[in-house]
């Protein structure tokens, strides 16, 4: 029998989707819970993520899917959701603000009323500072009971500097983002290091930095332009 960290039920919301489908195969290769409730409201979408988990045939997984909210929260420990709607092409964040802010209330009321005693809950559907805040005050959870995607940008950066300087990713340090998890979040580059030196110090010219820094920010806009991708 496989070992897991706990037995304690999983919900994820949006499993339909290819961001949740992942997410459930990730919680079961790390071993974290056998028992998953897959949620969405597009029941062929989400019956068939079961179906491809069941044939992945992971020791000792306990899956079930649901289009029922309340089937998928009662009895839930932990919750992650990314069960927002998706970006398309040529859209912010913001751009969504108002659709996926409503939907966070609503989970954030099914959170309260189905299992007010959730362990911990995360929030990952964009705007991801705001849709989690607003989850957050409709749950009436404890602030350290919710977490939302809080580095994406940040590795970005890391992403743009490592290419910038041929390093390994991880080798650039302190590289950070500020302010909300959209297109008008600031850069900066003053704590940032390139395998351990200030970047302040290597050579990097001021217009070669704001394309950097307009790459970062498009990062997830970039993504979405692509072929069969989905949402950031």
């Excluded at 304690?8 to 919301?13: A, F, R, S, T, Y």
């Excluded at 992945?56 to 306990?62: D, E, H, R, S, V």
């Excluded at 609503?106 to 362990?119: A, R």
């Excluded at 500020?178 to 200030?198: L, N, R, T």
Aim: hydrophobic share 40%; net charge negative.
């Amino acid at each position: 029998m496989a070992k897991f960290l706990t037995d304690e039920k999983l919900v994820i919301v949006g499993a339909g989707g290819a961001i949740g489908s992942n997410m459930v195969q990730s919680v079961l290769m790390l071993g974290l819970t056998p028992n998953i409730c897959l949620y969405d409201i597009y029941e062929p979408g989400v019956h068939g993520v079961y179906d491809e988990m069941c044939h992945c045939a992971f020791p000792g997984a306990n899956i079930s899917y649901t289009v029922d909210p309340a089937e998928a929260f009662t009895g839930a420990k932990y919750i992650i959701s990314s069960g927002g709607a998706p970006r398309k092409e040529g859209m912010t964040r913001e751009d969504l603000l108002k659709g996926n802010c409503q939907i966070a209330a609503d989970f954030g009321d099914k959170i309260k009323q189905y299992c007010p005693d959730v362990k911990h809950v995360v929030v990952i559907f964009n705007p991801a500072d705001v849709t989690a805040l607003t989850a957050l005050i409709h749950s009436g959870l404890k602030p350290n009971q919710l977490t939302s995607l809080a580095a994406l940008d940040s590795t970005r950066l890391q992403q743009q500097l490592a290419k910038e300087f041929g390093v390994q990713q991880d080798k650039v340090t302190e590289a950070y983002t500020y302010g909300g998890h959209g297109e008008q979040m600031a850069v900066f580059a003053s704590k940032a290091k390139i395998d351990g030196k200030p970047l302040s110090e290597l050579p990097l010219s001021a217009e070669r930095w704001a394309e950097i820094k307009h790459m970062t920010i498009q990062g997830g806009s970039n993504i979405i332009s692509l072929p069969s991708s989905e949402d950031d």
